[in-house]
């Protein structure tokens, strides 16, 4: 069993920065791979970025040299640093944790942190 702890997120004006943390904890030597998603008012659920444990990582078009995705797997946390926010970029967050054993992939996900931006 993995669970997943989000903190951070707020209100901004465009242009801003934010910063959001998730801790891991429980069965972290399962963890794969972890990844942040948001979900806008009326939309689906979307990927933002996801980082490997090997830290190999991948982000959306739409936020790439504004969002970091980076892992501290000595502390099990994960972190999206947001910069240059946009109005679009307004939503719930979500931290997302991969874990793998022989045989079963779960995914964990955390309740959710509320990032607005305002015009």
């Known amino acids: 069993q993995v669970e997943v702890a989000e903190s951070g997120g707020g209100s901004v004006q465009a242009g801003g920065s934010l910063r959001l943390s998730c801790l891991v904890s429980g069965k972290t030597w399962t963890v794969g791979g972890m990844a942040w998603y948001r979900r806008a008012s009326g939309s689906e659920r979307e990927l933002v970025a996801r980082?490997?444990?090997?830290?190999?990582?991948y982000s959306v078009d739409s936020v790439k040299g504004r969002f970091t995705i980076a892992a501290d797997i000595a502390v099990n946390t994960v972190s999206l640093q947001m910069n240059n926010l946009k109005p679009e970029d307004t939503g719930v967050y979500f931290c997302n944790v991969r874990a793998d054993v022989p045989g079963t992939t779960s995914e964990y996900w955390g309740q959710g942190t509320q990032v607005t931006v305002s015009s």
């Open positions: 980082i490997t444990r090997e830290g190999s990582s």
